[in-house]
């Protein structure tokens, strides 16, 4: 006890004579007291690593691109796990060391509690253009019995109803681009071709320019969806709740495929549906696919077909559509 009482009293001396706080005092006389005594130093504890919360923009094999809401600038976080999130998620970063290199932002350290929460990503939702009045059962030719989609057609076209369309952003055709030039389609092309990593290294520059590009979480999700329907989904998540963004509370227009523009949506909820019927969740699945023929009810994509199936109790294992998907 008069050992730690005489250790007590030298640290406060120490402190009194520098000013530093307890802790650096004691550290450093343990420090000296160890040399004296030919011992080996006591370790300073490992400071408790930062931790800020952030948006991922885009992800590499070993870093991802981040914006920290409130600093200036872009981030490029590095991490082993780093491969868990997806553009368009929140995380919070423990941040273990930051430094600049060439300019450029740089962190390492882990991330945590990856979550979707886009109206926490501080993202302008994109405009909706449109909203003339249409008659479908005027411009497209009926579904009739014994077709069993007929009863939900007439429902969905029964009086005439506002046509919208998306933002070209959603599609990837960015504002002073050439009309020409669209990286989705590139990348579809380049999967199209057997390059599925230059596909994934072109989309995730999209989404780092700009995470309202629907299209190109969609293409993401497609990337995925044969060997991992659990990633796959979190792509079509989150272009599905980016879109949403951009539609009015209780929303009751349509969307048709017809406008190139609404197919990324449109995509993402086919994909997001699909992935709940394969896993499992089958009458959230039921849902979205009652959702895609309200906005579009023409039906491009064949969801009423899925939907037909899916109602029918057939799981994903045993439907026919397994062979188109």
């Known amino acids: 006890m008069t050992a730690f009482r005489d250790l007590k009293r030298i640290i406060r001396e120490r402190q009194s004579k520098t000013g530093e706080s307890y802790t650096a005092a004691r550290v450093h006389v343990m420090r000296e007291r160890a040399t004296l005594l030919g011992e080996a130093p006591e370790k300073s504890p490992a400071p408790e690593p930062e931790r800020v919360e952030a948006v991922v923009l885009k992800v590499n094999r070993q870093s991802a691109r981040v914006r920290i809401p409130g600093e200036i600038g872009e981030l490029t976080f590095r991490s082993g796990g780093i491969w868990k999130v997806v553009p368009g998620h929140r995380v919070t970063l423990a941040i273990d060391k930051r430094w600049t290199w060439k300019g450029n932002s740089y962190a390492s350290g882990h991330a945590e509690n ?14 909706l253009n449109g909203g003339e009045l249409i008659d479908l059962r005027v411009v497209y030719e009926p579904f009739r019995r014994p077709d069993p989609y007929a009863p939900l057609w007439r429902r969905l076209t029964a009086r005439p109803r506002p046509d919208f369309r998306m933002d070209p952003i959603a599609w990837g055709q960015f504002p002073g681009a050439d009309v020409e030039d669209n990286p989705t389609c590139d990348a579809a092309e380049l999967a199209e071709a057997g390059d599925a990593i230059g596909a994934c290294e072109l989309l995730m520059e999209t989404l780092g320019r700009d ?3 629907l299209d190109a ?3 993401l999700g497609n990337l995925e969806f044969d060997h991992s329907p659990e990633r796959a989904i979190l792509h079509y998540e989150i272009g599905m709740r980016i879109g949403e963004l951009s539609l009015p509370e209780s929303f009751a227009g349509m969307l048709l495929w017809g406008h190139i523009t609404n197919r990324p949506y449109l995509r993402c909820l ?5 992935c709940l ?5 089958r009458p959230q699945a039921e849902q979205v696919f009652d959702r895609i023929l309200s906005l579009n009810p023409p039906d491009n994509q064949g969801v009423r077909f899925c939907r037909q199936q899916l109602r029918t109790g057939k799981s994903w294992n045993d439907a026919e559509i397994r062979e188109a998907s």
């Open 270 to 274: 086919h994909g997001y549906a699909l």
């Open 114 to 127: 990856p979550r979707i929460a886009v109206d926490q990503l501080g993202l302008q939702p994109l405009p």
């Open 217 to 219: 979480h969609a293409h």
């Open 211 to 213: 995470l309202r590009c």
């Open 277 to 281: 019927w394969r896993l499992g969740q």
